[in-house]
């Protein structure tokens, strides 16, 4: 197994009709350590997909370099780089069986002669024959152990004489990543393997990969736009943007605290409410004149900070449906939507006719239209300066033991 650098990485189409070339990454450095499952996100066009590519040996970059362990891989074909892509659409041969699919990378990585070549097929062809009509092949003997295995720990085994139009969608993409897995490859590529899955097959199978990665401890760079797969699967989230990295960090270091404006917009489904605030005498934070309560390491942020423009957010969490107080946000109700869990509240607050998102107890009884107060919890907030960065603390907070334990990085 290898760990993966990215340096300096960039990557450019030339422009049509005289037009500048159009950047897709632009100047990446990022380390992914040995054994680490990285989810990549990002929006569409961000360049999430090109990264994989680049790093497949399917694209070549402008500049930079990529690195899997020590060795310079951008100068390599792509057979030589010891790398496994497991596509959105599968890729499959539809007239191979499952067993020839799961085989056929093996079989290209091996240097055959003319001759090895025909024995190896007679033994194929005579494997079900009686054991004194066979032909032997000691490489297709060894081929076969490797992918019963693989067939076995994806319970594929009684599946290995269809053909890929006779499987299900999640047959399919177990097929595909068990022909990842045959080649024990240095690096795992996932491009959103799981998009064309319904949503009961996607968490079966996320859970399924996830487990897989822990058992072989090989380095996955998963691309992703769904937020439950960003937040459950991986060590670490790299969050891109228009060719930029934005922030590296465990999911809740995301979660909790966002570098930018569009990490804490695009991480955590809704979204981040952000609201205009600014800073007050005495170290108050003002919703225009209504004096918010905060807490915890973001008041100490700011004694600073007094008289400037901020944009203050606060997960949907950490706004509480509470009786009327002078110290509670005034908000008629917009939307409403039952979850089954909990009720997701749209709001808008009186104060300066913003729009905010509630988790409410889904038993609390509201109406469109209607009037109610909200709480925010006074740790709860982040602070952003005008160009849209986190003001950053001296340090983060410890992480909680209550909090959700991430994967252990073998």
Known sequence: MAGVR????????????????VEV?????LSI??????VLVGPSGCGKSTLLRLMAGLESPSSGEILVGDQPVSGLRPAKRNVAMVFQSYALYPHLSVRDNLAFGLRRS??????????????????????????????EQQLEKRIQDVAQSLELDQLLDRRPKELSGGQKQRVALGR?????????????????????LRGSTRARIVDLQRQLGTTTIYVTHDQVEAMTMGHRI?????????????????????????VAQFIG?????VLPVHV???????????????????????????????????????????????????????????????QLLTCRLLDGDHLVQVRADPSLNVSIGGSIHLEADPDGWRLFDEAGDAIALQELPPVDSDEPQLPLLS
């Open 6 to 21: 990215f340096e300096a990485l960039s990557k450019n189409y030339p422009s049509r009709g005289g037009g500048k070339p």
């Open 25 to 29: 990454i632009r100047d990446l450095s």
């Open 33 to 38: 350590a040995d054994g680490e499952f990285l």
């Open 110 to 139: 091996q240097q055959r002669t003319n001759l090895q070549q025909l024995q190896d097929q007679l033994h194929r062809n005579t494997r079900r024959l009686p054991a004194a009509l066979r032909i032997p092949s000691h490489r």
């Open 180 to 200: 990842a897995m045959a080649r024990k490859p240095e690096v795992f590529l996932m491009d959103e393997p799981l998009s064309n899955l319904d949503a009961k």
């Open 238 to 262: 790299a969050v891109l943007n228009q060719g930029h990295l934005q922030q590296l960090g465990t999911p809740m270091e995301l979660y909790r605290w966002p570098s930018n404006l569009f």
């Open 269 to 273: 489904s809704p979204p981040m409410n």
């Open 280 to 342: 007050g005498p005495g170290a108050t934070l003002m919703l225009k004149d209504r004096r918010l309560n905060v807490e915890g390491p973001t008041r100490a942020l700011l004694q600073n900070l007094e008289g400037q423009r901020l944009s203050g957010g606060i997960r949907p969490e950490h706004l509480h449906v509470a009786p009327a107080t002078n110290r509670n946000l005034p908000a008629e109700v917009s939307h409403s939507e039952v979850l089954g869990n909990e």
